[in-house]
């Protein structure tokens, strides 16, 4: 059975990330890949800084948005120590620069706009995602 609650917030949040999308597209012409948009907070700047750090402040907003309206924040378990979750990032890091997106741009944006290459891609994130969780939970 589905906790309704859960259920809810997965679809509000999906519905609000599609509609950031939707702004974004609509409003400046560029897609809201998470990975690009953080990766061009860095030098060498362009006329768009200021747009970046809201996009990645609202990122960060969003869960100060949930602890002010219900008073906590979800549980966060790691179940991991510091080296493989430092690993874990650079390998995130590592597919986002290679796939050129990550699943935001690919999996949220290119899908949208029936790109085939966003499919591959989110098709490969997907996979990946699936094979590393069944290694870690039944052969680690």
Same mark, same amino acid.
């Given at each position: 059975? &589905?906790?309704?609650?859960?259920?809810?917030? !997965?679809? +509000?949040?999906?519905?609000?990330i599609g509609l950031a999308a939707v702004m974004m597209m609509g409003l400046t012409g560029? &897609?809201?890949?998470?990975?690009?948009?953080? !990766?061009? +907070?860095?030098?060498?700047?362009?006329?768009a800084l200021a747009g970046r750090l809201a996009f990645v402040a609202g990122l960060v907003a969003a869960a100060l948005a949930v602890r002010i309206?219900?008073?906590?924040l979800p549980p966060l378990v790691l179940q991991v120590g510091p080296t493989a979750l430092a690993a874990a990032g650079l390998l995130v890091g590592f597919g986002a620069v290679w796939g050129n997106g990550c699943t935001?741009?690919?999996?949220?944006?290119?899908?949208?706009?029936?790109?085939?290459?966003s499919i591959l891609a989110t098709l490969v994130f997907m996979a990946?995602?699936?094979?590393?969780?069944?290694?870690?939970?039944?052969v680690m």
């Open positions: 059975m &589905i906790n309704q609650y859960t259920f809810f917030t !997965a679809l +509000l949040g999906g519905a609000l560029r &897609i809201a890949g998470v990975s690009g948009i953080a !990766a061009r +907070l860095l030098p060498p700047w362009d006329g309206a219900t008073g906590s935001s741009g690919h999996g949220v944006c290119g899908i949208a706009s029936l790109s085939p290459r990946t995602a699936v094979a590393t969780t069944f290694l870690v939970r039944h």
